[in-house]
């Protein structure tokens, strides 16, 4: 009973840590979620509520129930999702009142950390592809990587926050949630809706965050079928693309860059903002330590007792 409380516990934090990441432009959700080994356990659980949803939707139409439809939700990892859902929301809610007004203020310093901690992140991906990378591989992390560098370069817009426009926006910016290297809020950024949308959580404008809410469920539905099937089928490539993303969105937390985007030499505050990043790299390379050394206790274990327990982030997969 310990042990289930302590998982739910940590998942929480995970949960947290993901939502204080999607509350700041430049940092993605995904990339935490990879980081603390959740990633792959919450995509292939969304994709089997996915497939529950629209299989209760097409068999309550032709009178066969709810069982194919309670089969499949039961597949997903409930108290792992419930858990990080709960982080996720109380962290949202305090980091658009605390968090995101101090990285706006101390944007060159926060930059710095943020940037060597995913800088410290790629390893994850990589080393999570199961298999040794060969040129091809490289070659299309690079193309990835290419693309998250426009993408993340884009300068931000300004648009008034039509009701369809939020949902919309919200059917993208989710979509980027559940993608390593790719910010919500930094989408809603370039959108021009990040400031009314911290807004609306900040003010508890539930009419918004209603409109908001619809068009990331629907974004959500679309996108995460696609990407736990890519795991499932495709696990090493994915993993390939996840991290050329990565690597390219170090664009969107270079330190130094005006407010159109257009990327400067160091300068100001040099030496602060190089410690912050070298801090931030240190602190996922001694969370990624902790990990292994504390999994390398626990799996002699397990093999022991016969337990057939896999990593938080999910069963491995070869590609």
């Known amino acids: 009973m310990a042990k289930t409380v302590a998982t739910h516990i940590v998942n929480g934090v995970r949960g947290a840590l993901i939502g204080t990441a999607e509350a700041v432009p430049g940092v993605s959700g995904g990339t ?16 089997h ?3 529950a949803v629209r299989m209760g939707a097409v068999d309550v139409v032709k009178g066969r129930g709810l069982r194919r439809a309670g089969t499949e939700a039961a597949k997903a990892d409930w108290a792992a999702v419930i858990a990080v859902l709960i982080g996720m929301v109380c962290a949202v809610v305090l980091a658009a009142s605390f968090l995101a007004p101090l990285v706006e203020r101390e944007e060159q310093r926060a930059f710095g950390f943020f940037f060597g901690l995913v800088l410290a992140s790629l390893i994850v991906p990589y080393t999570a592809s199961g298999r040794p990378w060969r040129a091809r591989h490289y070659l299309v992390a ?7 560098f426009v993408l993340t370069g884009m300068p931000p817009a300004h648009i008034d926050p039509h009701p369809l426009i939020v949902m919309a926006s919200a059917a993208v910016a989710i979509c980027a949630l559940v993608l390593p290297g790719v910010s919500g809020s930094f989408i809603l950024l370039t959108l021009g809706l990040y400031t009314s949308t ?5 003010d508890r404008d539930f009419g918004y965050l209603g409109i908001f809410l ?3 469920v629907i974004g959500l539905s679309f996108f995460v079928k696609l990407l736990q099937t890519l795991l499932e089928r495709h696990h090493q490539i994915t993993l390939v693309v996840l991290t050329g993303l990565l690597a390219g969105s170090l664009r969107a937390l270079w330190p130094w860059q005006q407010e159109d985007r257009t990327m400067l030499a160091p300068e100001g505050d040099v030496p602060v903002t190089v410690a912050l990043a070298v801090a931030g790299f240190a602190l996922v390379a001694g969370v990624m330590l902790v990990e292994r050394l504390l999994r390398g206790r626990q799996d002699p274990a397990e093999q022991a007792g016969g337990g057939d327990s ?10």
């Open 214 to 216: 619809i068009g990331a």
């Open 32 to 47: 935490i979620a990879l980081i603390v080994g959740i990633y792959e356990t919450l995509i292939t659980s969304a994709g």
């Open 310 to 319: 896999v990593p938080a982030g999910g069963p491995t997969r070869q590609g």
């Open 49 to 51: 509520v996915v497939s």
């Open 142 to 148: 690079l193309a990835a990587a290419a693309v998250a």
């Open 198 to 202: 911290m807004g609306a959580v900040h």
